[in-house]
């Protein structure tokens, strides 16, 4: 029975490899891993995907072809360098400083995101291309 816990392990830690992602904005990209939940799942499955965005304060959102209730994961207050689905936008959001609604050491999204993951390096490289118009999210 050990040698199968062993192996299960094994094989959830070879999964999860395949839940990175690469962020890739203007000259930037940068690495994310996504969470094991059916939010993100369904955001891998839609990958790859090259779009427009727009951003709100220091979050970089757009419209990806996922659609998704809230779930256990959601939150109304996230932390720099969260991945979030925003199920009232159908929208995959970085967050990566303060929103507008946000108040100083607490980021508040327009409403409740499921955390689907996390950047896996420096989440203020998203403010040197914020001006940029186009982001590309593919497997890694």
């Known amino acids: 029975m ?3 816990e062993d192996l299960s392990r094994e094989g959830f830690q070879k999964e999860r490899l395949h839940m990175k992602i690469k962020i890739s904005i203007g000259k930037m990209a940068m690495a994310a891993e996504l969470n094991d939940t059916p939010t993100a799942r369904k955001v891998l499955a839609a990958l790859p995907l090259n779009t427009s ?3 709100w304060g220091e979050e970089i959102y757009f419209t990806i072809p996922v659609e998704a209730p809230l779930d256990d994961s959601a939150k109304e207050v996230v932390e720099i360098g969260d991945l979030g689905y925003w199920p009232s936008g159908a929208a995959f959001c970085i967050f990566f400083g303060l929103t507008p609604m946000s108040s100083p050491g607490e980021i ?3 409403s409740a995101v499921n955390i689907i993951g996390k950047v ?3 989440p203020d490289a998203f403010k040197e291309v914020m ?3 186009r ?4 497997p890694f």
């Open 2 to 4: 050990m040698v199968k």
């Open 53 to 55: 965005f727009r951003t």
């Open 108 to 110: 508040v999204p327009a």
């Open 120 to 122: 896996l390096g420096d």
């Open 131 to 133: 001006n940029e118009s």
């Open 135 to 138: 982001v590309t999210l593919e």
